[in-house]
T-cell receptor
C-alpha cells in the first residue's frame, strides 16, 4: 500500500525567508504523481505544485519549488521569500498515474509566518 | 482552473438527522471524490463516484451511512445519515478536471450536536 509521511507537524518562518517542508512516500509503482496542496484557514484546498515521477527536472511555480529524489522517495517543498499569506496547512499527496484514482495524503504540516 | 462549488458551506445538525452535501463542477468530469477531514487531521477518502455507476467506498465507510449520488457529469451529492457527534468534520468533494489535475470544493463544515 502506498503511504505518505510528513514528519514535521509544525514549521515556522519569518517573512522573506526560505522554508523547506519535508515529505517521504512509499510505493512500489514507477509511474505516479506527487503534489503539494495548501489549506489556509478558509479550508479551501489549493494545488501548489505537481511533479511527475518520470520527470527528473524539479517542478517550480514562482516562489515554490520541489526537491524530488525518486530513489530516496523524497519530495520536499521549498518556499522562497515567504509571505504572510503562505501561512496554512500544507499537505503532500501521492497518486498513481491512472485516471480515476484518488489522492493519498500525508498528515500535513502547519506553516506559520511571522513578520 | 475548474470551479467546484459545495453547499452548504457550514451547518449545525441535530444528532440522528441526515444532511445532504451538494457538489457542482463547472465542467464535465468523469470521476468525483469525497473526502472527510476531521478537526486538525488529514483528508481521508470516503468514496469515488463515477457517473452512471455506484460509488466505490473505502474501508470503514459504507453506503448506508454515506449514500452518494452522481446523476450527471457535473454534479454529485453526499449524504451523511443518522449523524452523531463523531461525524463532525469537514467534507470535501474533488474532481479530476484534467490529466492529474485535481481540484477541490470549498468544503462543508458540519457540526453535530
Amino acid at each position: 500500500a502506498q503511504t505518505v509521511t510528513q514528519s514535521q507537524p509544525e514549521m515556522s518562518v519569518q517573512e522573506a525567508e526560505t522554508v523547506t517542508l519535508s515529505c517521504t512516500y512509499d510505493t512500489s509503482e514507477s509511474d505516479y504523481y506527487l503534489f503539494w496542496y495548501k489549506q489556509p484557514p478558509s479550508r479551501q484546498m489549493i494545488l501548489v505544485i505537481r511533479q511527475e515521477a518520470y520527470k527528473q527536472q524539479n517542478a517550480t511555480e514562482n516562489r515554490f519549488s520541489v526537491n524530488f529524489q525518486k530513489a530516496a522517495k523524497s519530495f520536499s517543498l521549498k518556499i522562497s521569500d515567504s509571505q504572510l499569506g503562505d501561512a496554512a496547512m500544507y499537505f503532500c499527496a501521492y497518486r498513481i498515474n491512472q485516471a480515476g484514482t484518488a489522492l493519498i495524503f500525508g498528515k500535513g504540516t502547519t506553516l506559520s509566518v511571522s513578520s | 482552473s475548474a470551479v467546484i462549488s459545495q453547499k452548504p458551506s457550514r451547518d449545525i445538525c441535530q444528532r440522528g438527522t441526515s444532511l445532504t452535501i451538494q457538489c457542482q463542477v463547472d465542467s464535465q468530469v468523469t470521476m468525483m471524490f469525497w473526502y472527510r477531514q476531521q478537526p486538525g487531521q488529514s483528508l481521508t477518502l470516503i468514496a469515488t463516484a463515477n457517473q452512471g455507476s455506484e460509488a466505490t467506498y473505502e474501508s470503514g465507510f459504507v453506503i448506508d451511512k454515506f449514500p452518494i449520488s452522481r446523476p450527471n457529469l457535473t454534479f454529485s451529492t453526499l449524504t451523511v445519515s443518522n449523524m452523531s457527534p463523531e461525524d463532525s468534520s469537514i467534507y470535501l468533494c474533488s474532481a479530476e478536471t484534467g490529466w492529474n489535475t485535481i481540484y477541490f470544493g470549498e468544503g462543508s463544515w458540519l457540526t453535530v450536536v
